[in-house]
């Protein structure tokens, strides 16, 4: 098909054009032949027939005596048969059956009689725990039939009927090319515009994971001979190529003209989002993928483009993920161009399933770590409305998903602490958590999205936390607060405070850069007040309006010097070595709906709350207090 540069082709006519290309250009499996001991997971190339009879002989099925069963009839309780030494033959499971027996009685009905004299109450049937000749598999009968996967009983069907080398399917060998000029090993020390290069990884275990092996090549620069270079040596040397980076625009994206120089370029463009600049084509026979640099849209390829040629070559078919509906727990916007996915956290409240939608960087490969599964939003659709019901495919299995504890709300470090405590304790346990600060927790209970949510809101009028809010929100009851920790909020500011800061005053006065927390944040409402009760205009704050989304990700931006200073915790502050100004002593809670106390996984959840172990991490840690941990709190004081 004629070439356009970007086209916007939808993923399944892009898949479709993509294969057939493939078959043209002649792309097909490969053979090999190896010891059945060692083909376990491999796949047949071929039907297997049987060389030899399971059992070859007539085989004792039981431990017992041997004999011709027609000497034992009429035998009854009454008048039982008696038999001398000559007219049996002892057996053990899995003797030949001696000449002229045709019948085998477990040794627990035989009564000895002395003398080698034996008694039998029951008589015996022609045959009767005999395994017959063949009973397991004739020789010539067929014992696999092509393209089936290998297991460890298949193997010893194998071996009985007397096949020892099996011709399977050859492993194919995708080459992975990272290129880039800003890219470096990931395990070297990074300097400023540094990328580590992790990719490679990735999209080697995933091939790894779908029955291919990977070579990784050295990163390539941004020269498009350099890169002209690797894909020939690929090209000779491995099954398929997958070039990272350099698919889309860019004016040092040369992965695309690089593949017309030695190989033909079929697809450049697809309507998938993210993932659009994907390169598809072939040198000689071999597939050729041009993945986006950023690890999401990578991730997505992947999976929608290149399993179905990895699932040709190793003929194996692709898994079906399984597929649940969920409510969603805030409104998704789509663009019509583009098929869309959205990574998302699940979890089960009131028997509801609620996917918590992640966000969509197409560099945060972290999303895809901990998201629960994919929202697939349609090409033709604006997305899904807040509360909608939408298919979700699941990364994980429904098991974990309906075990799992979510917690939406305020950040705090204590989150992941707990979650790590409470997986030590019960492995079938995790915790879910979304960062969208106290007052987004709040509304995730009243819509019944959360089993609990952590909490610090300041009521200015009164200086107490919390329970105004919950009083407000929750006028009819139906939750409970459940004392947290204290903890200690101050400005944090570079290590040994090189800007000589000393309150919010000298940020607003001498116009220093500042990273603040999102709208509805415990930190942000005390921010607020700290600036109304020392009379600053938060139009004097520069940075005001840069939001971060949970203390860590303000103190990690102040560490790298992006940001002067910004309100956040003290644990966090220590984390990352920074200076700290405190300010506030502030109380965060939990609060938990009342059907949900009666959950199990959340009583699992608040008992490492009020544990021993927990206080003795966040000891460590720094800045917080742990009165009343873990205790209900009155709503009325």
């Given at each position: 098909?004629?070439?356009?540069?970007?086209?916007?082709?939808p993923?399944?006519?892009?898949?479709?054009?993509?294969?057939?290309?493939?078959?043209?250009?002649?792309?097909?499996?490969?053979?090999?032949?190896i010891?059945?001991r060692?083909?376990?997971?491999?796949?047949?190339?071929?039907?297997?027939?049987?060389?030899?009879?399971?059992?070859?002989?007539?085989?004792?099925?039981?431990?017992?005596?041997?004999?011709k069963?027609?000497?034992?009839?009429?035998?009854?309780e009454a008048?039982?048969?008696?038999?001398?030494s000559?007219d049996?033959?002892?057996?053990?499971?899995?003797?030949e059956?001696?000449q002229?027996?045709?019948?085998?009685?477990?040794?627990?009905?035989?009564?000895?009689?002395?003398?080698?004299?034996?008694s039998?109450?029951?008589?015996a049937?022609?045959?009767?725990?005999?395994?017959?000749?063949?009973?397991?598999?004739?020789?010539?009968?067929?014992?696999?039939?092509?393209?089936?996967?290998?297991?460890?009983?298949?193997?010893?069907?194998?071996?009985a009927?007397?096949?020892?080398?099996?011709?399977v399917?050859k492993?194919?060998v995708f080459a992975?090319?990272?290129?880039g000029?800003?890219?470096?090993?990931?395990?070297?020390?990074?300097?400023?515009g540094?990328?580590?290069?992790?990719?490679?990884?990735?999209?080697?275990?995933?091939?790894e994971?779908?029955?291919?092996?990977?070579?990784i090549?050295?990163?390539?620069?941004?020269?498009r001979?350099?890169?002209?270079?690797?894909i020939?040596?690929?090209?000779?040397?491995?099954?398929g190529?997958?070039?990272?980076?350099g698919?889309?625009?860019?004016?040092?994206d040369?992965t695309f003209?690089?593949?017309?120089?030695?190989?033909?370029?079929?697809?450049?463009?697809?309507?998938?989002?993210?993932?659009?600049?994907?390169?598809?084509?072939?040198?000689?026979?071999?597939?050729?993928?041009?993945?986006?640099?950023?690890?999401?849209?990578g991730?997505?390829?992947?999976?929608e483009?290149v399993?179905p040629?990895?699932?040709?070559?190793?003929?194996?078919?692709?898994?079906?993920?399984?597929?649940?509906?969920?409510?969603?727990?805030?409104?998704?916007?789509?663009?019509l161009?583009?098929?869309?996915?959205?990574?998302?956290?699940?979890?089960?409240?009131?028997k509801?399933?609620?996917?918590?939608?992640?966000?969509?960087?197409a560099?945060?490969?972290?999303?895809?770590?901990?998201?629960?599964?994919?929202?697939?939003?349609?090409?033709?659709s604006?997305g899904?409305?807040?509360?909608?019901?939408?298919?979700?495919?699941?990364?994980?299995?429904l098991?974990?998903?309906?075990?799992?504890?979510?917690?939406?709300?305020?950040?705090d470090?204590?989150?992941?602490?707990?979650?790590?405590?409470?997986?030590?304790?019960?492995?079938?346990?995790?915790?879910?958590?979304?960062?969208?600060?106290?007052?987004?927790?709040?509304?995730?209970?009243?819509?019944?999205?959360?089993?609990?949510?952590?909490?610090?809101?300041?009521?200015?009028?009164?200086?107490?936390?919390?329970?105004s809010?919950?009083?407000?929100?929750?006028?009819?009851?139906?939750v409970v607060?459940?004392?947290?920790?204290?903890?200690?909020?101050?400005?944090m500011?570079?290590?040994?405070?090189p800007?000589k800061?000393?309150?919010?005053?000298d940020?607003?006065?001498?116009?220093?850069?500042y990273?603040?927390?999102?709208?509805?944040?415990?930190t942000?409402i005390?921010?607020?007040?700290?600036?109304k009760?020392?009379?600053?205009?938060?139009?004097?704050?520069?940075?005001?309006?840069?939001?971060?989304?949970?203390?860590?990700?303000?103190?990690?931006?102040i560490?790298?010097?992006s940001?002067?200073?910004?309100?956040?915790?003290?644990?966090?502050?220590r984390?990352?070595?920074?200076?700290?100004?405190?300010?506030?002593?502030?109380?965060y809670?939990?609060?938990?709906?009342?059907?949900?106390?009666?959950?199990?996984?959340?009583?699992?959840?608040?008992?490492i709350?009020?544990?021993?172990?927990?206080?003795?991490?966040?000891?460590?840690?720094?800045?917080?207090?742990?009165?009343?941990i873990?205790?209900i709190?009155?709503?009325?004081?």
């Amino acid at each position: 098909m004629k070439y356009e540069y970007l086209t916007n082709t939808p993923l399944d006519e892009a898949v479709k054009v993509f294969l057939s290309s493939l078959k043209k250009a002649g792309m097909k499996s490969k053979t090999e032949e190896i010891d059945v001991r060692h083909s376990l997971g491999r796949v047949s190339a071929c039907a297997v027939y049987a060389k030899r009879c399971s059992p070859h002989y007539c085989a004792s099925a039981m431990d017992g005596v041997a004999l011709k069963a027609e000497i034992t009839f009429g035998a009854n309780e009454a008048t039982p048969v008696t038999l001398s030494s000559s007219d049996y033959i002892p057996v053990d499971t899995g003797d030949e059956l001696p000449q002229g027996c045709d019948s085998v009685v477990m040794i627990e009905n035989v009564i000895e009689q002395g003398g080698g004299k034996i008694s039998l109450y029951s008589p015996a049937v022609p045959w009767q725990n005999v395994r017959q000749i063949g009973e397991d598999i004739c020789m010539g009968d067929m014992i696999i039939p092509s393209f089936t996967k290998i297991t460890p009983s298949v193997i010893g069907a194998l071996l009985a009927g007397g096949v020892f080398t099996a011709q399977v399917i050859k492993k194919p060998v995708f080459a992975i090319i990272p290129t880039g000029d800003e890219i470096v090993a990931a395990e070297q020390e990074l300097s400023g515009g540094d990328i580590p290069e992790f990719n490679s990884a990735i999209f080697s275990a995933m091939l790894e994971e779908w029955g291919a092996l990977t070579v990784i090549y050295p990163i390539v620069s941004d020269r498009r001979d350099c890169i002209e270079a690797a894909i020939k040596k690929a090209a000779l040397e491995c099954d398929g190529i997958i070039v990272i980076a350099g698919s889309s625009a860019g004016r040092e994206d040369y992965t695309f003209s690089a593949l017309e120089n030695v190989g033909t370029a079929v697809l450049h463009g697809i309507a998938i989002k993210p993932g659009k600049p994907a390169i598809l084509g072939n040198v000689g026979s071999a597939p050729f993928i041009g993945i986006p640099g950023y690890p999401v849209s990578g991730i997505i390829v992947m999976e929608e483009i290149v399993r179905p040629v990895v699932s040709i070559l190793t003929c194996l078919p692709g898994e079906n993920a399984e597929v649940v509906r969920a409510k969603v727990s805030r409104k998704i916007n789509s663009s019509l161009k583009y098929r869309e996915y959205i990574r998302t956290r699940l979890c089960i409240v009131e028997k509801s399933t609620v996917a918590v939608p992640m966000n969509r960087g197409a560099g945060i490969v972290t999303g895809f770590a901990k998201a629960s599964g994919i929202i697939t939003v349609a090409q033709d659709s604006e997305g899904v409305e807040e509360g909608g019901s939408t298919q979700v495919r699941l990364l994980r299995p429904l098991s974990e998903i309906e075990s799992s504890v979510c917690v939406i709300g305020s950040h705090d470090p204590i989150l992941d602490e707990i979650s790590d405590l409470l997986k030590r304790r019960h492995l079938n346990l995790n915790v879910v958590s979304a960062h969208v600060g106290s007052m987004g927790g709040i509304m995730a209970l009243v819509r019944k999205e959360a089993h609990l949510c952590g909490i610090h809101l300041l009521d200015e009028s009164d200086g107490v936390y919390n329970i105004s809010y919950i009083k407000k929100y929750f006028p009819q009851g139906g939750v409970v607060l459940i004392r947290g920790v204290g903890r200690l909020q101050g400005i944090m500011v570079g290590q040994g405070n090189p800007k000589k800061i000393a309150g919010l005053k000298d940020i607003a006065q001498r116009k220093l850069s500042y990273i603040n927390r999102q709208k509805g944040s415990g930190t942000r409402i005390l921010l607020d007040y700290l600036l109304k009760t020392s009379e600053i205009s938060s139009d004097d704050i520069c940075g005001y309006l840069r939001e971060e989304y949970t203390h860590t990700g303000v103190a990690a931006i102040i560490a790298k010097g992006s940001a002067d200073a910004g309100l956040g915790i003290y644990s966090a502050a220590r984390i990352y070595d920074l200076g700290f100004i405190p300010l506030w002593n502030e109380e965060y809670d939990f609060l938990v709906s009342e059907s949900a106390l009666e959950q199990e996984n959340v009583k699992r959840f608040l008992e490492i709350l009020k544990s021993d172990e927990l206080k003795q991490r966040l000891e460590k840690m720094g800045g917080y207090t742990f009165n009343g941990i873990g205790r209900i709190k009155n709503l009325e004081a």
